[in-house]
Structures are given as C-alpha cells and as structure tokens.
C-alpha cells in the first residue's frame, strides 16, 4: 500500500514541477512580448518619420524656421485655444431638492418585526 502511494506522490510532484516551470516560461515570454513592442514601435516610428521627411524636403523646399519663430507659433497657438473658455465665478450653490415619498426606497417597511418573548 505505501509503494503505490509513493508512486502516486512522485508522479504528482512531477506534474506539479513541469506546470510550475510551463507557467513560468509563459510568463517570461508575455514579459520579454511586452518590454520589445515599444521598443519595436518606436524604431518602426522613427524610420517611418525619416521616410516622410526626406519625402518632403525633395519634393517641397523645407522651410528654415528658428526656434524663436516656432515660439512665437506655439505661444500665438496656446494663446488662442485658452482664450476661448469662460471665466467661472467659483461660487458653488446648493439648492435643496425635496424628495417624493416612494415605499421603494424605504427599508424600514422591508425590515422585520420580531417581540422579545
């Protein structure tokens, strides 16, 4: 009786040993899947952004602006798009709302009623 125990016990230590190392080659799988996408995407973006612009200095004369010219865009820009919202007034008020009875949002009517004896 002890030696088909045994066997059995050997036999479940294995199956645990190779799910724990399947579920751990798995997971580094997903972890390595996971660091490389950015990586792969970001070397992906860059050649595509470098096509473009070679694409575009043939083809079009590329425009030399400074950077106190891409500035002065951005800040007439940023200026525009925040000139459009309202000014609030920063006062909040209350108003108090009466509520009509309903027996469905009354749980003392669902409770029950027990007598001491």
């Not at 009786?1 to 479940?12: E, N, S, V």
């Not at 724990?20 to 899947?33: E, R, T």
């Not at 030399?64 to 200026?79: F, N, P, Q, R």
């Not at 006062?91 to 003392?108: A, D, L, Q």
Request: charged letters at 20%; one cysteine or more.
């Amino acid at each position: 009786m002890k030696l088909i125990l045994l066997a059995d016990l050997d036999l479940g230590i294995l199956v645990t040993l190779v799910g724990y190392m399947v579920v751990l080659i798995a997971l580094g799988f997903l972890v390595g899947v996971f660091i490389l996408i950015p990586i792969i995407l970001k070397w992906a973006n860059q050649t595509n952004n470098k096509r473009q612009q070679k694409k575009y200095c043939k083809e079009n004369v590329c425009p030399d602006i400074t950077g106190l010219e891409m500035a002065a865009i951005s800040s007439a820009v940023y200026l525009y798009f925040n000139s459009s919202h309202d000014e609030e007034s920063n006062t909040i008020t209350i108003k108090r709302v009466s509520k009509n009875y309903s027996p469905w949002s009354s749980k003392i009517y669902s409770m029950n009623k027990y007598s001491k004896s």
